[in-house]
Nanobody, 125 residues
Framework: VQLQASGGGLVQAGGSLRLSCAAS????????MGWFRQAPGKAREFVVA????????DYADSVKGRFAISRDNAKNTVYLQMNSLKQEDTAVYYC???????????????????WGQGTQVTVSN
């Protein structure tokens, strides 16, 4: 059971990055997927979630209109397109999988059972 996040890097403010998270060892298409981030000295925070079918999404207010989550169940991969990046988006980004016992809007961090290793995103001025 594994989630492998990739695509992080250093980008200037206003730029874009696309993160990917490849799943293996479990039935990806039956799990809700989420992205979280953790900045230095801060708690891990929710960024966005997508339902198992891809039909529903839930965004943190801080990224609405700038980030877009998508998934390809045939490729067992979830994506996070990040546009108009700001310095405050700098963090380690983690993907996570949670069973569909709950809707994505009612899930908390503890409802996500499988976590990836994280990928660093650094936004410079």
């Amino acid at each position: 059971v594994q989630l492998q996040a990739s695509g992080g890097g250093l980008v200037q403010a206003g730029g874009s990055l696309r993160l990917s998270c490849a799943a293996s060892g479990f039935t990806f298409s039956t799990y809700h997927m989420g992205w979280f981030r953790q900045a230095p000295g801060k708690a891990r925070e929710f960024v966005v979630a997508i339902s198992w079918s891809g039909g529903s999404t839930d965004y943190a207010d801080s990224v609405k209109g700038r980030f877009a989550i998508s998934r390809d169940n045939a490729k067992n991969t979830v994506y996070l397109q990040m546009n108009s990046l700001k310095q405050e988006d700098t963090a380690v980004y983690y993907c996570a999988a949670g069973s569909r016992r709950k809707t994505i809007w009612s899930m908390t961090t503890r409802d996500y059972d499988i976590w990836g290793q994280g990928t660093q995103v650094t936004v410079s001025n």
